[in-house]
């Protein structure tokens, strides 16, 4: 089987099909009652971790290429991203329709006057451009180098996801806690990327 071939057939079929697991078991779990006395609260916990954990999964593909080197992974990370804004707006469309019943005056108050819906609503605005954005046409249209500036916001919407998560459970802080802790270390590692390749660059020219 050819490189291109094994991308196609098997890895793109293979990551979408997992990706949509999750919302698959949370509708198996709505229709058999299989989720709690609050089911509005599982289905906006459920869709939000899943939002930052196909962030955090977006972003470490290009750390674990430059890595591994193994190059399949950056054909699937826009898949990854739109799953990402997949699960974000099952979320706020959770909040929107289940919990506000479409109330928007009710739901412009709420979005104002609680921090916490606001930096969440904040982030779910900024994943919207990278979604419109992410076919290869729109890549050629705005040119490669302010596909990659624009991309950028998608750490902006991941630190306010993890804010607006940590600000929503007060208490136990544990579970935001650890998503920043693994963004922590994904920037980390892009930011040592930056500083190497800066290295390289001026120990190349010191030389030439």
Known sequence: ??????????LKPTVFVA????????VWRAVTGGLSANPIEDIT????????????????????????????????????????????TLH????????????????LADIAKRPYITVGFTAFVLMIPLALTSTAAMIRR?????????????????IGGIVHYLWKVKADTRDPLAYAAVLAVLLG?????????RMRTAAAAGAA
């Open 92 to 107: 706020f469309l959770t909040y929107v329709v289940l919990d506000q019943f479409f109330a928007l005056e009710f739901i």
């Open 189 to 197: 590692v892009r930011l040592w990327f930056v500083v190497a390749r």
């Open 1 to 10: 089987m050819t490189h291109q071939r094994f991308i196609r057939v098997v």
């Open 45 to 88: 916990l459920t869709t939000g971790r899943w939002t930052l954990r196909f962030l955090m999964i977006t972003l470490a593909v290009t750390p674990v290429r430059r890595l591994t080197g193994w190059q399949p992974a950056v054909r699937v990370r826009r898949m990854l991203g739109l799953f990402a804004f997949f699960y974000g």
């Open 19 to 26: 990706a949509l697991l999750p919302f698959l078991y949370l």
């Open 142 to 158: 705005l040119g490669g180098r302010r596909w990659a500036l624009l991309h950028r916001l998608v750490y902006l919407s991941a």
